[in-house]
């Protein structure tokens, strides 16, 4: 990929305004960042998911301000004219203002983010609105949102019925209008999201699982390369099966080694016989 600009806010706008879809992906190491960095992949997520699919829990509660900043700071490294986003996770933002607002900010000066995403529609725009207010540009989430799974009733299709498609809609203006430049809707019904996308004035409207209709669209890294061997969401793509790439391999390593047909002899470092000798002659001393 040629040398491209710092992807900002206003370039991700002037996209969406011609029409031009936006891309988005979840990435949370050096080396992943660096291959969406090449591909020119417009905006990244460091997402609390990293608790599942880096670190094996089987949800995001778990996850910390630590852990969040760590891989937010590797995939900075790995990619820096992408458009960073750090995820806020559980309880970061929840408990006050004064909390969010120093939490997010940890991850514009730590991690050197572009902006943070926090989860939760009216109830969170308090919270929107005092981040924003700070000056550090906030992304909101609606849908399905995995901090409250338990709450929604597992991992599932939120606003199939219409009082609950009507309750994510207004949420989406609430976001909007404290302050939210953009938003993202996980598993929602694609028409739900057409009217959400149609009724932003100045945000923006991401979509995972949730149709064509927003202005772009975000997939998690683990999902499209086969990586999280415990379930495959439906509303994931598998662009190439690197995971069973890996596991072949690594069962080749486990055959080669056990035979001793590993290593081979260009696979290691030798001492030349002059100062093997010397050292033989060292020991004997």
């Known amino acids: 990929m040629s040398e491209r600009k710092k992807v900002t806010i206003r370039d ?3 996209k969406a305004a011609r029409g031009e879809p936006i891309t988005w992906l979840t990435c949370y190491d050096y080396p992943t960042a660096y291959f969406q960095e090449q591909a020119g992949v417009d905006m990244i997520l460091v997402g609390d998911s990293l608790g599942m699919t880096m670190l094996g829990y089987d949800g995001t509660l778990p996850v ?17 004219t992408a458009f960073l986003v750090g995820d806020m996770p559980y309880m970061s933002y929840q408990p006050s203002n004064e909390t969010a607002i120093r939490n ?19 109830e969170m725009a308090e919270r929107i609105r005092a981040i924003v207010n700070a000056g550090i540009p906030a992304i909101g989430h609606l849908g399905l ?5 338990a709450a929604l009733g597992g991992f599932r299709v939120q606003g199939k019925g ?4 009507k309750k994510i809609i207004d949420d989406a203006k609430l976001v909007e209008e404290a302050g939210a430049f953009a938003i993202l809707l996980e598993m929602v019904p694609d028409r739900v999201t057409k009217i959400i996308t149609e009724r ?4 923006l409207i991401m979509s995972l699982g949730s149709g064509p209709h927003a202005h772009g669209q975000l997939l998690i890294f683990h999902d499209m390369f086969g990586l ?21 391999g690594l069962k080749q ?11 081979q002899r260009e696979n290691w470092f030798t001492i030349k016989d002059e100062e093997y000798e010397e050292l033989l002659a060292m020991l004997d001393e």
Do not use: W
């Open 104 to 122: 997010a900010g940890r991850f514009m000066a730590e991690a050197n983010c572009d902006a943070i995403k926090l989860e939760g529609g009216g």
């Open 253 to 263: 390593y486990v055959k080669e080694v056990t035979n001793r047909e590993f290593p």
């Open 145 to 149: 949102t995995p901090q409250s799974v």
């Open 200 to 203: 932003a004035k100045d945000c």
């Open 12 to 14: 991700l706008f002037d």
């Open 64 to 80: 910390t301000m630590e852990d969040m900043i760590r891989h937010t700071q590797a995939v900075r490294r790995g990619a820096p």
């Open 162 to 165: 219409a009082r609950q498609a």
């Open 228 to 248: 999280y061997p415990k379930f495959k969401p439906r509303m994931a793509k598998v662009y190439g099966n690197a995971g069973e790439v890996i596991l072949n």
